[in-house]
């Protein structure tokens, strides 16, 4: 590649800064190769739909971590740290699911306000459609859920600790990182294995 055409490229250092010296967006979750004209749309965006990605991946390691932590003060009695972690647990969790139902809504949904991002910024809408399965049951009442119990101030909030109150963080980021790697293999983008 030419230094006249990797400066026509556009891409991110890890930090979201721009760096129009390479042709490589490096992020920290998917390190993507500008190879086609609308690229640049692309990376533009792309920013935004990473933080996203990376969030969800954050929250989701502190849930690892934290949930745990309280079974463990559960078991030794120890109520004062128990609660602690319960609300660390509980900002963690609301951080994965603000996240995730945005990443939902980008790969799914297709009404949108004029600046919404949506896969078909990026992706044939039509094409995308066949590509990927419709969203299935349990993705839709969970990110009902999400719009009731987290987005909204309702009494649609479970009170208490029933077992529907869970949330099956582990299947949601699994779903997601299955669409996520479609969306690259559809969008024809070049996973980087770094430099």
């Given at each position: 590649m030419t230094n006249q055409q990797k400066k026509k490229n556009i891409s991110f250092s890890q930090s979201g800064m721009w760096n129009a010296t390479t042709s490589t967006i490096y992020m920290r979750r998917f390190p993507i190769r500008l190879e086609k004209p609308g690229d640049e749309l692309l990376a533009k965006h792309f920013s935004y739909f990473n933080y996203e990605v990376d969030m969800l991946h954050f929250a989701n390691s502190k849930l690892n971590k934290l949930v745990p932590e309280r079974d463990r003060f559960k078991r030794e009695g120890n109520k004062s740290?128990?609660?602690?972690?319960?609300?660390?647990?509980?900002?963690?969790?609301?951080?994965?699911?603000?996240?995730?139902?945005?990443?939902?809504?980008?790969?799914?949904k297709t009404e949108r306000r004029s600046d919404?991002?949506?896969v078909d910024d990026f992706i044939d809408k039509s094409k995308w459609q066949k590509t990927r399965e419709s969203m299935p049951s349990w993705v839709k009442k969970l990110n009902c859920r999400a719009g009731k119990e987290i987005a909204h101030l309702t009494s649609s909030r479970k009170y208490g600790t029933p077992p529907e109150k869970n949330w099956p963080y582990k299947e949601m980021r699994e779903h997601l990182e299955a669409i996520i790697t479609v969306f690259v293999k559809e969008a024809k983008l070049q996973i980087s294995q770094g430099e």
């Open positions: 740290k128990q609660g602690e972690c319960t609300a660390e647990i509980n900002m963690a969790l609301e951080t994965f699911v603000v996240h995730w139902r945005a990443l939902i809504e980008f790969f799914y919404d991002m949506r």
